[in-house]
């Protein structure tokens, strides 16, 4: 059984017992089970006192400081149940980073008896790290160099962060969620070329490229690979993917990274609709008015045909966000269902973290944002308002790369 | 505006005119034969039975100075009746205003001046006309090529146009000066440019003799301001309240504006010069232990510290330990008893600035390291009050005749005298023969640091020079922030090190015509395209006999021009780091909770972010995001609303970014420590990597880089010279070397020297490094020799918890983050708690449980680090991880604030009271798992950023801030232990 499957294993045992002893005494099932393991009493679990392997061990010591806390328990025991619910090793790979290339020996035998952090600190001073080599030694796996053992530490050291990081995202809840966040939102309006709602294919290898392709050279650099969530050795990765070794991966070297979409493609239909994004409502989309906060503004600006009430096709912008208010199912909303929507909006928060800047405040679509559709200052208005027309623009986004100018001729502040 | 008082910095040697005008009046009465007028007893005497003799030293009939007919019997026959009625406010009479009744007010007005006392005193007087207190050139040169009006950084204008007239133009003197010129209220109306004039003419215009000054007779409420124009400014002394204590039974005793008696002085004693220089510059103030308040201080006659009645219709600070009075006002002395007839009424030539209209220098009197006092001015000129017995140097005061012993400084540094001072000796060598002697004995300065005005067109005021009422009302007493201990240097056009204060650098707020806000806060703009928010070289008048201790320019980057952490002016837009990306949002200073979201840029895992901003108006260019396990993601953030990421730089497991200049250090968890080169933004080049344990997190005191480093504690680069990166020093937190620290970040300060330590020492200056601890606390290291640390909390032998050895509860707080800086903390009105300026370390404190338990912001007073002391937790509920602050000006009060990244959201805490600390709301509500914030931020004391460009412009020719070359190489001189501390002069028993 590989590492990571034994680890899957662990966890599932975990999550069946917690949630029976969450049912039993609520929060006090964690405690139960720290006791339960907390040979010595001394309210934490050590390395000696853990049975399982050292690399659950691992993944459950979020803190990575050799030893198991509570609410590490906690944590992982939520984690572990989700695992159950979704028992695909690929998944929580993704969530927990791949592992990496490492020497037999170190694979077999030291991690199932040291944590990481206990060989990191082995290797601070010179007579620990003999030691740690002797013992190694000892048991029999004569294969592991001294040369090994120490690539093995820097690895650990490298991998160290990004493996808390990814616990931390895991046990916290929601595995999606940390890489669902970005790229999530208005990603659908800007992918989905054919329009059909879903994105697929070539679209969604485009958006995951183009997801970790920062400096838009086409290109993913290993720093820029390690941003997708399947890159935890991502030097071994990167130059797996390098095929001609251009030091760069193309898109189509990239391709669609199967842990990558397995983390949202739930029929596993091999694209994602909209329902497959993340949907949370902080991710909604323009519902921009409600920084106004007033239905009337609302209706004043997106009713153009002035009938008092926002038809389909006024609200084709909105169609996800608004029309899930349209109560009488007629395909428009009237005043006073826009007013719920208003309501609802106000109570939901602000949703379009992800729009830009026209998405979110170009109220009435004719494709710039006037002063009374931008909630802010007076001042803030002015500093984007750069040509000075007094609306705001595509021209005032442009130009993104050239200098602003800020002497006082261009500081002129435009009424 | 007071602001453009800064000629009250330009005159500020002037003072003392009246000494040697006196001197001069005397001498030219009794040599001039043409004089037109005579002594004798007039009909005027039969109502002014009692009158003093205003001009003892040669009797004059009253018409020969007043005019008017002395044979007349009834008031209205003898008395010069006005041809147009004058008006009784403070605007600017025209040259050529009804010369007989400006005669009978005042015979030594300026306007007819030539006639009357100038009939003796002619050279004088011509001389007087091209002085500094006539012309205010250099008090209206600053503000004006601060906000790009002029090009030149010298003196274009005159209060009225003068010109040499001599035929002979000496160094630094000048041909000509234009009057002041009208300001066009259209012109460059949407420029803050547009609106500086209007404030000059409407707030600046009454500092000059030609003007009465803002107290006009009959005005109420102006003591300690009553003067009078022409010569008898000096010449003339005004009681404070302005009221008439002369024997003329006619006088109106209950009408201030009067002088004190109907007499004039020779030498003018320091209660006259005063009139007029208290203004911004202070040095009125700072020669009588005075400081101008703190905005917000409480002072008044029960509060300590502060003085108990108005003057000149404020109090002041007057507490000795904070702001002592100069040595020689301590002694006794006065204005004039330093300086000459020449620095105050001129010597015939056209003068820019106050520099070069002053001709005396400490060393006149002092004497330099090799030679004593040649009892000569720097120009040669005998001074005829100093006298020389027995080997000693004895100055015999103006004023009141009082004899002064005048230490020498080649005395103090020779062994075999007996007032050597061997610390003394060891800085006054030739190494420093390039300081002026003020800079390192100016004991103190009020500085205000960012200045505010408004100027709103819906209300009109008075035109001081046309006399209209023009639109636009001009309000200027706006401080923005304040410090009575940073200190700054940079080159006087001497080329001598001299001690820097701000200029006129005024930023600007404009309400239209229907009162709404059209210009918010913009910053000056000079024509040479840098910021106007200068600073210049000042004489400080606060000298004290023990200097400055050598750390305090050595050690210093701050005070070498490189910025200091607490005098950032926080701008309009933040960026906010959470775990989908990093949003922009515009900030409503006046409603956080109100702020605008403009744009978020979806980033994966960032845990960092560091902001360039531009150099004129402190908003945004680029942004750097740390993404863990990844790289740093470079944005231009320049168009807020349409952010670009531009580049992306691979790293192995980035922690946090801090940018400076044109580099780039990243703290690359186990990877190191990374230098970039980013002056292309678009293309970083890395330029040097740093082994390091687990570099969490940076901070920049050139030219120590310093990391907190984990396990290992904080490492100290140095990294002027990026090719060449030594590390130079270590800081063992626990102290054993064992056992792990647990550094997770670190700040530094300069603390500077108070001029009593309650001991009446000067308190020690020192490099102070504040580091948060993680799990083992805080501590604080005296970092002045970064190859010599100490730390100074916790003191020696307390016990450090062991992270290496067990796991401690998970309720154990961490320090996880830390920011520092200095401020005053406003007293209680009642007076019981005073105003002082402290140091602070705010602290980011989170239990190791960090799904539920909130965690806390910590404000701890280290302003003494070895009994520091926590005077605020607030909770956080939504957790406690990293930390910024921001200042945001809210006229009248800049308002402090810690934006605490949470779980959800950025908490915003008002530290506007640093032990009351309110959380205010949220910045960002629809923040997620927020890892870092940074405010769009101007820093108002940082003159030369680390790539070597200077940021700001200046106003003086020939003066200059310190280049990167300069300050590295000052910051490099070794220092031994002794002269860490400050120098005491002492006198030798006399």
Redesign the interface.
């Known amino acids: 059984m590989s590492r990571w499957a034994q680890a899957v294993s662990s966890l599932a045992v975990v999550a069946l017992f917690v949630p029976l002893a969450s049912a039993q005494a609520g929060s006090g099932a964690a405690k139960q089970f720290l006791a339960s393991l907390d040979l010595d009493g001394n309210g934490y679990v050590g390395r000696d006192e853990w049975s399982g392997s050292g690399a659950t061990f691992v993944l459950l010591d979020v803190d990575l400081d050799g030893w198991l806390t509570g609410p590490e328990l906690t944590k992982s025991t939520k984690a572990g149940a989700r695992a159950v619910e979704a028992p695909d090793p690929s998944r929580l790979a993704v969530a927990i980073g791949d592992l990496p290339d490492l020497v037999e020996p170190f694979r077999r035998s030291c991690l199932a008896c040291h944590d990481q952090q206990r060989v990191e600190r082995a290797a601070k001073d010179a007579k620990g790290w003999s030691e740690t080599v002797r013992k190694m030694r000892e048991k029999k796996e004569a294969s592991i160099t001294e040369k090994d053992a120490r690539a093995i530490v820097e690895w650990l050291s490298d991998q160290r962060a990004r493996v808390a990081l990814s616990l931390a995202s895991f046990g916290t809840g929601d595995p999606v969620g940390a890489w669902g966040m970005v790229i999530g939102g208005g990603d659908l309006h800007l992918f989905d070329r054919d329009r059909n709602g879903k994105l697929e294919g070539g679209e969604l290898a485009r958006l995951i490229h183009q997801r970790a392709d920062l400096d838009r050279d086409q290109l993913l650099s290993p720093g820029e690979l390690a941003l997708l969530p399947l890159a935890v050795d991502r030097r071994a990765l990167f130059q797996k993917l390098d095929r001609d070794k251009n030091g760069g991966v193309s898109l189509k070297e990239l391709g669609i990274p199967a842990p990558l979409l397995q983390l949202f493609d739930r029929n596993a239909d091999q694209q994602l609709e909209r329902g497959e994004l993340p949907s949370s409502r902080r991710y909604g989309g323009p519902i921009s008015m409600i920084l106004i906060g007033d239905a009337k503004t609302a209706l004043d600006l997106l009713d153009r045909d002035h009938d008092k009430s926002l038809s389909a096709a006024e609200l084709a912008r909105f169609p996800r966000t608004l029309m899930r208010f349209d109560g009488d199912n007629n395909a428009s909303l009237d005043p006073k269902e826009l007013e719920t929507a208003v309501t609802a909006g106000r109570a939901e928060g602000p949703l379009a973290a992800f729009d830009d800047f026209f998405t979110r405040y170009d109220l009435d679509g004719d494709g710039s944002v006037a002063r009374r559709e931008f909630p802010g200052r007076d001042a803030a208005f002015a500093r984007l308002d750069l040509d000075g027309d007094g609306v705001l623009t595509s021209r005032d986004a442009q130009g993104g790369m050239t200098r602003v100018d800020f002497t006082p001729e261009a500081l002129r502040w435009r009424d | 505006m007071r602001r453009f008082l800064l000629l009250l910095r330009a005159l500020a040697g002037v003072l003392t005119v009246v000494a040697a005008l006196g001197g001069a009046l005397s001498r030219a009465s009794l040599a001039s034969p043409a004089m037109p007028i005579q002594a004798g007893p007039e009909g005027c005497l039969q109502c002014h039975v009692g009158i003093e003799s205003m001009h003892p030293w040669h009797e004059l009939s009253c018409t020969a100075c007043h005019g008017g007919d002395a044979k007349a019997v009834r008031k209205e026959q003898a008395h010069v009746r006005p041809h147009v009625a004058p008006p009784h406010d403070e605007r600017l009479l025209p040259r050529d205003f009804d010369p007989a009744w400006v005669q009978f007010k005042n015979p030594s007005d300026l306007r007819i001046v030539t006639g009357t006392c100038g009939a003796c005193h002619t050279a004088s007087c011509e001389d007087l006309f091209k002085s500094l207190h006539c012309t205010t050139a250099g008090h209206l040169s600053d503000g004006l090529y601060e906000n ?1 009006l002029t090009k030149e950084r010298r003196t274009r204008y005159s209060i009225f146009a003068v010109k040499d007239g001599d035929g002979r133009i000496g160094r630094n003197g000048f041909a000509e000066f234009p009057a002041f010129p009208a300001s066009d209220d259209r012109a ?1 109306s ?4 547009g609106h500086v004039a209007d404030l000059g003419r409407k707030s600046c215009m009454q500092c000059h003799l030609w003007s009465n000054g803002t107290a006009v007779r009959g005005r109420l409420g102006q003591d300690g301001n009553y003067r009078g124009s022409g010569c008898s400014v000096c010449h003339v002394t005004y009681a404070e309240d302005g009221l008439s204590r002369s024997d003329d039974p006619t006088v109106d005793r209950f009408e201030p504006g009067h002088p004190e008696r109907h007499a004039m002085v020779k030498a003018p004693p320091t209660q006259t010069c005063v009139r007029c220089h208290f203004g911004d510059a202070s040095i009125g103030l700072n020669f009588r232990g005075l400081a101008q308040l703190v905005p917000g201080m409480p002072a008044g006659p029960e509060v300590a510290g502060t003085t108990h009645a108005l003057q000149n219709g404020v109090f002041y600070s007057n507490d000795p330990k904070v702001t002592p009075p100069d040595v020689h006002h301590e002694r006794g002395m006065h204005c004039v008893d330093c300086h000459t007839v020449r620095d105050v009424m001129g010597d015939g030539e056209l003068y820019g600035f106050m520099e070069h209209a002053v001709e005396i220098e400490c060393t006149d009197c002092h004497g330099s390291f090799d030679e004593v006092s040649r009892m000569t001015t720097s120009r040669g000129r005998k001074l005829d009050h100093l006298h020389a017995k027995d080997g000693l140097i004895w100055l015999e005061s103006k004023v009141d005749g009082k004899r002064h012993y005048i230490p020498q400084a080649t005395h103090v540094i020779d062994p075999a005298r007996p007032e050597f001072n061997a610390k003394a000796a060891r800085a006054m060598t030739p190494k420093h023969a390039r300081l002026e002697c003020y800079t390192c004995h100016a004991g103190w300065n009020a500085n205000f640091l960012g200045f505010h005005f408004d100027r709103n067109e819906s209300f009109s005021q008075l035109d001081i020079i046309s006399g209209e009422r023009t639109s636009g009302r001009c309000s200027t007493q706006e401080k923005v922030f304040a410090t009575y201990r940073q200190f700054y240097v940079g080159w006087n056009d001497e080329g001598m090190v001299a001690p820097y204060l701000v200029g006129f650098s005024t930023m600007g707020s ?1 309400h ?1 015509r229907d009162g ?5 806060q ?1 910053l000056p ?1 000079t024509a040479s ?1 840098k910021s106007g928010m200068t600073m210049v070289h000042h004489q400080l008048h606060s000298t004290r006999g023990q200097a400055r201790g050598c750390v305090e320019c050595h050690r210093s980057p701050a005070t070498l021009g490189l910025g200091s952490p607490s005098f950032g002016l926080a701008r ?2 933040a960026a906010i780091l959470d ?3 990093v ?1 922009l949002v ?1 900030v ?1 200073r006046e409603a956080l909770d109100g ?6 840029v ?4 960032g845990v960092a972010v560091a902001a360039r901003c ?1 150099d ?2 402190g ?1 945004f ?1 680029t942004l750097y995001v740390a ?5 740093i ?2 944005i ?1 953030a ?16 980035p ?1 946090d970014v801090l940018v400076r200049g044109e580099m780039l250090f990243v703290a690359d ?3 190191g420590v990374k230098l970039f080169d980013v002056a292309d933004p ?1 293309r970083p080049r890395l330029l040097v990597r740093l082994p390091t344990k ?1 570099a969490r997190s940076l901070d920049l005191a050139w030219p120590h880089l310093y990391v907190a480093d984990g396990a290992a504690g904080i490492k100290i680069f140095d990294v002027a010279t990026p090719g060449k990166v030594d590390l130079a020093g270590h800081l063992d937190l626990n102290g054993d070397p064992g056992y792990d620290d647990d550094a997770h970040a670190v700040k530094v300060m300069f603390q500077y020297s108070r001029p009593d330590d309650g001991f009446g020492e000067r308190s020690t200056a020192r490099k102070l490094a504040v580091i948060a601890g993680g799990l083992q606390g805080y501590f604080l290291f005296d970092v002045t020799e970064v190859g010599e640390p100490e730390r100074l909390f916790p003191p020696g032998g307390t016990p450090i918890p062991r ?2 050895t ?2 401690p ?2 309720s154990t707080n961490r320090v996880l983050d830390v920011q520092v800086l200095s401020r005053f903390d406003l007293g209680s009105p009642g007076g019981d708690i005073p105003t002082e300026e402290h140091d602070y370390a705010l602290f980011a404190v989170q239990p ?2 960090e ?1 539920m338990t909130p965690g806390a912001l910590a404000i701890v007073r280290i302003t003494d680090p070895e009994a520091p002391k926590s005077v605020a937790a607030t909770p956080m509920p939504d957790g406690a991880f990293r930390l910024a602050t921001a200042a945001w000006y809210q006229p009248p009060f800049l308002r402090r604030y810690a934006l605490v990244a949470g779980r959800n959201a950025t908490a915003v805490v008002e530290t506007s009271a640093s032990d009351k600390p309110a959380l205010v709301g949220t910045l960002f ?2 923040a ?1 798992r927020v890892r870092d914030v940074v405010v769009e931020e101007f820093p108002l004391d940082r003159m030369v950023d680390e790539a070597g460009k200077t940021l700001k412009d200046i106003s003086h020719e020939g003066s200059r801030y310190f280049d990167l070359a300069e300050i590295t190489r000052l910051l490099h001189v070794p220092l031994a232990a002794e002269d860490r501390l400050g120098f005491r002069f002492e006198e030798g028993g006399r």
Do not use: M, N, W, Y
Request: hydrophobic share 35%.
């Open positions: 790009g460059r949407g420029e803050l440019a404009v239209g709404a806000l059209s210009i918010d913009a703009v395209g309009e837009v775990v989908r990306g949003h515009a409503d702020s605008t979201p403009l744009a978020s979806p980033l994966s895992g531009d004129l108006q908003r260019e993404l863990q396990g990844a790289g993601a470079v231009d320049r168009k807020p609303a349409f952010p670009e990421v531009i580049a992306f730089i691979d790293c192995d497991d922690r968890g186990r990877g678009r687990e992270t290496t067990a796991s509860p998970e190791l449980e799904t509500g629809e997620l």
